[in-house]
Nanobody
Framework: QVQLVESGGGLVQAGGSLRLSCAAS????????MGWFRQVPGKEREFVAA????????YYADSVKGRFTISRDNAKNTVYLQMNSLRPEDTAVYYC?????????????????WGQGTQVTVSS
């Protein structure tokens, strides 16, 4: 079992940057592939980025490729999402998630543990 707590959300102007953090409990954080997802009211939660256990392989949704960077620090039990060149359409609640088994995935159904989410609002 792992508990996840996101932080770092807020209000930013278009073109600005934010860095989200997700702190995990427990001593097995390094065994979990991790992902970031986001959700807008009335829409399904969607994949944003994922990272493997060691942090040397990353994956991104096309909509954020080149603007967002996912990283992790296993010594600090934390995964990050650096968001640059933010757009109003990036406005959403952002969730981090941990996958118990297997390889990194973009499939939301494969993630077992979720944080409570942090709101990101990008004004135009």
């Amino acid at each position: 079992q792992v508990q996840l707590v996101e932080s770092g959300g807020g209000l930013v102007q278009a073109g600005g940057s934010l860095r989200l953090s997700c702190a995990a409990s427990g001593r097995t954080f390094s065994t979990y592939p991790m992902g970031w997802f986001r959700q807008v009211p009335g829409k399904e939660r969607e994949f944003v980025a994922a990272i493997n256990r060691s942090g040397d392989n990353t994956y991104y949704a096309d909509s954020v490729k080149g603007r967002f960077t996912i990283s992790r620090d296993n010594a600090k039990n934390t995964v990050y999402l650096q968001m640059n060149s933010l757009r109003p359409e990036d406005t959403a609640v952002y969730y981090c998630a941990a996958k118990r088994y297997g390889l990194t995935s973009q499939d939301i159904r494969e993630y077992a543990y979720w944080g409570q989410g942090t709101q990101v609002t990008v004004s135009s």
